[in-house]
């Protein structure tokens, strides 16, 4: 059984900095040989939005343009928990931010997809006020 917990969410001012962690429990390295782990966020009445993602293989990385130059993901050296790095937060970066893993080779393109990913974290709350 694959379990994805976030933290590191909270309310800041905006201009502030937030890192969100998030780290996989179970069974993901018999899922997969390598995997794509994204962040996405939702905010009140709005669909949910793919912030950034990175392979484990390669380490390669993918950006929502929303937050490029303000955001980066990143891995740990043993590739079980990514984070997420958050600088220069606005107000309309508020939003519950969710951890997500599938396969690698879908990690291109469609990274945004909400639907291609199978393993989902139970959301952290970020608030910029």
């Known amino acids: 059984h694959v379990q994805l917990v976030e933290s590191g969410g909270g309310s800041v001012k905006a201009g502030e900095s937030l890192k969100l962690s998030c780290v996989a429990f179970?069974?993901?390295?018999?899922?997969?040989?390598?995997?794509?782990m994204a962040w996405f966020r939702q905010a009140p009445g709005k669909e949910r939005e793919g912030v950034a993602a990175?392979?484990?293989?390669?380490?390669?990385?993918y950006y929502a343009d929303s937050v490029k130059g303000r955001f980066t993901v990143t891995l740990d050296t043993a590739g079980n928990a990514v984070y997420l790095e958050m600088n220069r937060l606005r107000p309309e970066d508020t939003g519950v931010y969710y951890c997500?893993?599938?396969?690698?080779?879908?990690?291109?393109?469609?990274?945004?997809?909400?639907?291609?990913?199978?393993?989902w974290g139970q959301g952290t709350q970020v608030t910029v006020s």
């Open positions: 179970g069974g993901i390295y018999s899922s997969y040989r390598s995997y794509c």
């Open positions: 990175i392979r484990t293989s390669g380490s390669s990385t």
């Open positions: 997500a893993a599938t396969r690698d080779t879908l990690c291109g393109g469609t990274w945004p997809n909400p639907g291609q990913y199978t393993y």
